[in-house]
């Protein structure tokens, strides 16, 4: 992409309104224009980060057995009164009533919607476990939306929700969801630690929310600083494995890790000293089992092996992935702006032409554009005729993993330089060796 064609309306000063970083550093790198309170576009460089985050939520949900459809963001009044919970949710829920005068609401959940769809097509043992899953948007009329696109109003979910015939099993579907978890932060390039949580009425110990440690955080966490080294169960994972996957929860669970609302004070300081961390966490996952809560009110019934009928046991999976923007930059930036893991950056290299007036430097640069594009990268090409210092400037702020900077000091000995921006390291290099080099980073 020529930045000259492109829409980045980037900015020097961020808006006095926008107090934490990941929210300044969003709107000065022109991903997000704001609409009403909590309410965003996503200009092209945001929408860019926020469907590479949806692809490898997407990866990683169905290689733990998951299945995508998408539900709509309208949904009926009538479904939330049968499960109860129309009049229960509160102000948060947008309600709107259509031309004929029927209820409906903006989704801020699907239970509902999940459940009445399984209820109307699956009516055995035999067709489970299942577990399906969407990624859309959600509106939830916030009290305080703030921090950007962190706690928006309306916001982008994953939801997943899981069915299963008994407790045992749902117990499995937990645990799939729990190390599908811990893989695709990873591939997000965070660390996000899973810690016990609020489980609601249902009680029992199959809640957990997924925390990105931060200073801007919302929620208090505590846990043993032991948790941070335990390594994801990585790629070639079996979902399949039962003992595995019980292992990969009990190698968590065996440290202490909470939020405020479970929070065991005594426990806590049972942790060696060094290792407790008190800190602020940003949730951007949450997994839980409810039970029965909806197939009860809701008749979702199955037939058993032993021909009777029983109510399905359900959970759900939410991943913030909107909120992940932002998280994700809270968790990796520097004084000059954005750096983003190479996985969801918008570009992976960022080509400048450092004297886009001369004609030599702007063959050679449109020489290295075409053949990194043919190589497989995307690539932002700032081929406007600016001073260098805002070009490098910009590159910086917006983070990609790589830049290329070409002039015709360089071009005279032959190379171009290339910055990793993650450490600031560059090098002097024939274009060719560049390449060799990209190539070499990507596999
Ligand atoms: P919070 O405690 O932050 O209000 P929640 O517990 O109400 O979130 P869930 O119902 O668990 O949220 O939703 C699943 C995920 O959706 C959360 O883990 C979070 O990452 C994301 N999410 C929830 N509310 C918002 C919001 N207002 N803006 C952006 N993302 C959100
Ligand atoms: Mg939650």
């Not at 197939?295 to 979702?300: I, L, N, T």
């Not at 992935?321 to 994700?328: H, K, M, N």
């Not at 954005?338 to 996985?343: G, L, N, Y």
């Not at 400048?352 to 190589?375: I, K, P």
Request: hydrophobic fraction near 40%.
């Amino acid at each position: 992409m020529r930045l000259s064609r492109y829409l980045l309306p980037v900015t020097k000063e961020a808006p006095a309104e926008a107090t934490v970083i990941s929210h300044q550093l969003m709107l000065r790198a022109g991903m997000i224009r704001q609409g009403s309170a909590g309410i965003y576009s996503w200009l092209p460089l945001g929408f860019k980060v926020l469907k590479n985050i949806e692809q490898i939520v997407r990866e990683e949900m169905n290689r733990a057995g998951a299945i995508e459809l998408l539900m709509p963001t309208l949904q009926q009044a009538d479904l939330w009164r049968e499960s109860g919970r129309y009049d229960a949710y509160g102000p948060e829920m947008l309600r709107i009533e259509d031309r004929s005068g029927r209820d409906l609401l903006y989704g801020p959940t699907n239970e509902e919607v999940i459940t009445d769809i399984f209820r109307a097509y699956v009516k055995s043992y035999k067709q489970l476990p299942l577990n399906l899953y969407h990624q859309q948007w959600k509106f939830r009329d916030e009290t305080r939306p703030r921090f950007g696109v962190m706690r928006g109003r309306e916001f982008l979910m994953k939801d997943a929700y899981s069915f299963d015939v008994d407790e045992a099993s749902a117990r499995i579907a937990y645990q799939k969801m729990f190390a599908s978890y811990l893989n695709t932060f990873n591939r997000l390039g965070v660390t996000a630690i899973p810690m016990q949580a609020d489980p609601g009425p249902i009680g029992g110990d199959l809640s957990h929310e997924f925390i990105i440690l931060a200073e801007t955080g919302e929620s208090a966490v505590f846990c043993d600083k032991a948790l941070m080294d335990v390594p994801v169960p990585g790629v070639g994972f079996d979902f399949e494995d039962h003992a595995a996957l019980a292992a990969e929860m009990e190698k968590r669970t065996q440290y202490y890790a909470a939020t405020e609302e479970k929070h065991d004070e005594a426990a806590f300081k049972a942790i060696p000293e060094d290792r407790q961390i008190a800190a602020r966490g940003i949730e951007v996952g949450h997994i839980f089992y409810f039970g029965t809560k909806y197939s009860k009110p809701m008749k979702a019934e199955i037939q058993t092996a032993e021909g009777g009928l029983t109510e399905i046991h359900g959970g759900s999976y939410g991943i913030g992935v909107s909120r992940l923007v932002g998280g994700i930059i809270e968790a990796s930036h520097d004084e000059k702006g954005i750096v983003w893991p190479a996985s969801v950056a918008p570009f992976d290299v960022g080509l400048m032409n450092l004297r886009a007036s001369d004609e030599a430097c702007t063959t050679a640069c449109d020489e290295a554009y075409q053949r990194l594009e043919n190589a497989g990268f995307d690539v932002l090409y700032d081929d406007r005729d600016e001073r260098p210092g805002g070009k490098f400037a910009t590159m910086d702020l917006i983070g990609l993993p790589w830049q290329l900077a070409i002039g015709p000091r360089g071009l005279k000995a032959g190379t171009v330089e290339l910055k990793r921006r993650a450490t600031g390291e560059t090098e002097e290099l024939s274009l060719d060796a560049v390449l060799n080099k990209l190539t070499g980073d990507q596999v």
